[in-house]
Nanobody, 126 residues
Framework: QVHVVESGGGLVQAGGSLRLSCVVS????????MAWFRQAPGREREFVAA????????DYADFAKGRFTISRDGAKNTVFLQMNSLKPEDTTDYYC???????????????????WGQGTQVTVSS
């Protein structure tokens, strides 16, 4: 069983930065995948970024490219999402997710991930 806990959300002004953290406990394999999603009330969960645990291959949603960076610390079993140049439209809840098998074709689909955290709220003021 894998357990996922996010932290690092908060309030920041537009143009500012936040770093989200996701501690993953349980069995993690080189083939495992980790991802960040976000979801606003009444909207579908939206892919943000993904990383394959072993080799560190990363993928980003278009809105995240150039502003967000996903990374991992294997020693601490932690995945990070560094968010720079934040915009008010980035305001929402962010979720960390994990799966046993990273799929290079479906990494952006929420259904690929079996393990989810409770979410952390990010608010960007204008």
């Amino acid at each position: 069983q894998v357990h996922v806990v996010e932290s690092g959300g908060g309030l920041v002004q537009a143009g500012g930065s936040l770093r989200l953290s996701c501690v993953v406990s349980g069995r993690i394999f080189d083939r495992s995948g980790m991802a960040w999603f976000r979801q606003a009330p009444g909207r579908e969960r939206e892919f943000v970024a993904a990383i394959k645990w072993g080799v560190g291959t990363v993928d980003y949603a278009d809105f995240a490219k150039g502003r967000f960076t996903i990374s991992r610390d294997g020693a601490k079993n932690t995945v990070f999402l560094q968010m720079n140049s934040l915009k008010p439209e980035d305001t929402t809840d962010y979720y960390c997710a994990a799966c046993d098998w990273h799929d290079k074709y479906k990494y952006y689909q929420p259904g690929q991930y079996a393990y989810w955290g409770q979410g952390t709220q990010v608010t960007v003021s204008s």
